[in-house]
């Protein structure tokens, strides 16, 4: 068995939908030799509509390394805690993360914990997910938890008649905004966004309302009212305007975004080489919002741009990262809360209430 002991590049997969976008900036050109100069190529054509970036899907394959050719499910059920870490038992990738680029609104949906996703929908997981907001333009746009007096039998209603916007709080985001999503949140995005979400490994969805559209086959999108009516909670608020937990680095910044016992969130800037250290707990995923550089390790070194993703796995130990241009990345992995979290911002004395706001047991 190969010794996994270097930074792993992975590729990304891209997903046409009805709502997305032809300009996928400022994280992908729309072909070689377009868009901005460190932005990743899209494989497209030029009029698709793309709305999600996958970057940890199963089918994400490995570039470098001795996993070369190899998808995310394939070398996640060969290798098992060599790649993803010791804390996790499963034999699939613990999360899934995406870009996601819209033109309009998605439909009005809510997701499942895991216990009603294994009792209806068995061999998958709840869906637990976070958003940070890359880009929000003037006419950008989300739905985000229930108005008061929203009952079930209007809610019903509403999503029959395809009117159920006007039941849901709207706002604004703001850039670096991060939001939280837990199961049960009745939820839409809408046009005018770029950002970034991770979740469980799932992507179970049950859509309540799309408004009449019809999907790229020309017919009317399934609704899942019954369940999705079962597992909306009308009692949740809406996890945003959250603390904004930035401190200064040596190489940059660190901030630590929003945490959860299935994921965590942290973005670094860098203007200098920085040095960090493997987890033989866990797999950590770095994806690359801007800039470009190298990753260095005992094992050599690789150029990263704009647009990448790179597995850092259990076995890499001490790495670097030089920056040709300044870089700022996202860092996501499953995390220990008290340790990742609760306890640094406590060293730096923050207080409690301040860091119960971003992380959620």
């Given at each position: 068995?190969?010794?996994?002991?270097?930074?792993?590049?992975?590729?990304?997969?891209?997903?046409?939908?009805?709502?997305?976008?032809?300009?996928?900036?400022?994280?992908?050109?729309?072909?070689?030799?377009?868009?901005?100069?460190?932005?990743?190529?899209?494989?497209?054509?030029?009029?698709?509509?793309?709305?999600?970036?996958?970057?940890t899907d199963d089918a994400s394959r490995f570039l470098n390394g001795p996993l070369a050719s190899l998808t995310l499910a394939e070398a996640s059920e060969k290798y098992g805690p060599e790649l993803h870490g010791r804390a996790w038992k499963g034999r699939r990738f613990p999360l899934l993360a995406k870009y996601i680029f819209t033109s309009d609104w998605l439909s009005v949906q809510v997701h499942p914990d895991d216990d009603y996703a294994r009792a209806h929908d068995p061999g998958n997981l709840g869906k637990c997910e976070m958003w940070y907001i890359i880009r929000s333009d003037s006419d950008a746009r989300i739905l985000l938890g229930l108005k008061p007096g929203a009952t079930e039998e209007k809610l019903k209603e509403a999503f029959e008649q395809g009117s159920s916007k006007e039941l849901l709080h709207r706002f604004r985001p703001k850039v670096g905004e991060a939001i939280f999503t837990p199961p049960g949140t009745v939820h839409a995005l809408g046009p005018g966004l770029v950002l970034f979400e991770v979740e469980q490994n799932s992507d179970l969805t049950y859509r309540l309302d799309d408004f009449g559209r019809l999907g790229l086959d020309g017919k009317p999108r399934p609704l899942h009212l019954a369940k999705g009516l079962d597992v909306m909670r009308l009692d949740l608020p809406a996890y945003r305007e959250l603390p904004r937990l930035e401190f200064r680095e040596a190489y940059g910044t660190r901030r630590y975004v929003l945490a959860s016992r299935f994921f965590a969130l942290e973005e670094i800037r860098m203007e200098k080489t920085a040095s960090f250290k493997?987890?033989?707990?866990?797999?950590?995923?770095?994806?690359?919002?801007?800039?470009?550089?190298?990753?260095?390790?005992?094992?050599?070194?690789?150029?990263?741009?704009?647009?990448?993703?790179?597995?850092?796995?259990?076995?890499?130990?001490?790495?670097?990262?030089?920056?040709?241009?300044?870089?700022r990345f996202l860092k996501f992995y499953v995390p220990d809360l008290d340790e990742d979290f609760r306890r640094p911002l406590a060293r730096r004395r923050v207080r409690p209430a301040l860091v119960n706001r971003i992380v959620f047991d």
């Open positions: 068995m190969p010794l996994l002991d270097s930074p792993l590049q992975l590729s990304n997969i891209f997903k046409p939908k009805i709502w997305g976008r032809t300009d996928l900036a400022p994280l992908f050109a729309a072909s070689q030799g377009q868009g901005s100069l460190d932005a990743a190529p899209t494989p497209l054509g030029p009029s698709e509509q793309i709305g999600e970036v996958w970057i493997s987890s033989p707990e866990r797999v950590e995923v770095l994806s690359l919002l801007e800039g470009e550089g190298r990753v260095e390790n005992q094992a050599g070194w690789l150029a990263y741009r704009t647009g990448e993703t790179w597995l850092i796995p259990p076995a890499a130990g001490l790495y670097r990262l030089v920056p040709r241009q300044k870089t």
